[in-house]
């Protein structure tokens, strides 16, 4: 059985800093381009940030691009966001996804469960 398990979420504020963490059970991370996704209330899912199996290539939603950070563990099967200088538009559910990187990351069948960031004073 393939889980993704999420961590990391909860209360910041703004200008603060969370780290989210998403691990692979039953699944090779190092098959898999990896990407997050968030989803605001009354919004679309969008993809927050992507990187390419070995860590090489990473891409970036404008409006988190210079504020968050995609990285990769493979060793420990695990993908992680830093995400710094939070504003409350990133307010929202966060999930990892496993998917395919070419030019540009393309989602797959895995999610995780999600994980909820709330930023507010």
């Known amino acids: 059985q393939v889980q993704l398990v999420e961590s990391g979420g909860g209360l910041a504020q703004p200008g603060g800093s969370l780290r989210l963490s998403c691990i692979g059970r039953g699944i090779d991370f190092r098959a898999y381009g990896l990407g997050w996704y968030r989803q605001a209330p009354g919004k679309q899912r969008e993809l927050v940030a992507a990187?390419?199996?070995?860590?090489?290539?990473?891409n970036y939603a404008h409006s988190v691009e210079g504020r968050f950070t995609i990285s990769r563990d493979n060793a420990k099967n695990t993908v992680s966001l830093e995400m710094n200088g939070l504003k409350p538009e990133d307010t929202g559910v966060y999930y990892c996804?496993?998917?395919?990187?070419?030019?540009?990351?393309?989602?797959?069948?895995?999610w995780g469960q999600g994980t909820q960031v709330t930023v507010s004073s």
């Open positions: 990187i390419s199996p070995t860590g090489i290539r990473t």
């Open positions: 996804n496993t998917g395919t990187y070419g030019d540009t990351y393309r989602g797959g069948a895995y």
